[in-house]
């Protein structure tokens, strides 16, 4: 029953893909793989896309690692490793629930920490 309504949903309704970029989508996947890699070999990665690397950081304390690339249109891309050392998965155990007070919810507390690093070390460059 399900695959026949998504089957009529697509035939029937292309409009609901039409503000996907699919072309952008497989750019993100292909550069998300770049956050497991070396500087290097992230400027590298970057530069086939005409994008920019501003910051490449892994975090002491939590051996994460992510980066932060401009595109010429000036739209910023940050991709976050995922956990590949026991560091991250020591960040991934921690798993308290912690109040965000920004966001007023309860959040992951190793992830909360971590991202809350990661924002620190990047504030001074994100265009918002």
Do not use: C, W
């Not at 770049?34 to 002491?60: F, M």
């Not at 939590?62 to 249109?73: I, N, T």
């Not at 992830?111 to 460059?125: I, R, T, W």
């Amino acid at each position: 029953m399900f695959r026949l309504f998504l089957l009529a949903l697509i035939t029937f309704s292309p409009s609901v893909f039409s503000d996907v970029d699919f072309f952008e989508m497989k750019k993100s996947a292909l550069l998300s793989v770049a956050s497991y890699q070396t500087t290097q070999q992230i400027e590298g990665r970057l530069s086939h896309v005409d994008y920019t690397l501003l910051r490449h950081n892994v975090l002491p304390e939590s051996e994460l690692s992510y980066f932060l690339a401009k595109a010429p249109s000036g739209l910023q891309y940050l991709s976050f490793r995922g956990t590949s050392n026991l560091e991250n998965a020591l960040v991934d155990l921690d798993l308290a629930l912690v109040l965000d007070s920004h966001l007023n919810i309860q959040v992951h507390q190793g992830f909360a920490g971590a991202a809350k690093a990661a924002y620190n070390d990047l504030k001074p460059l994100l265009n918002y």
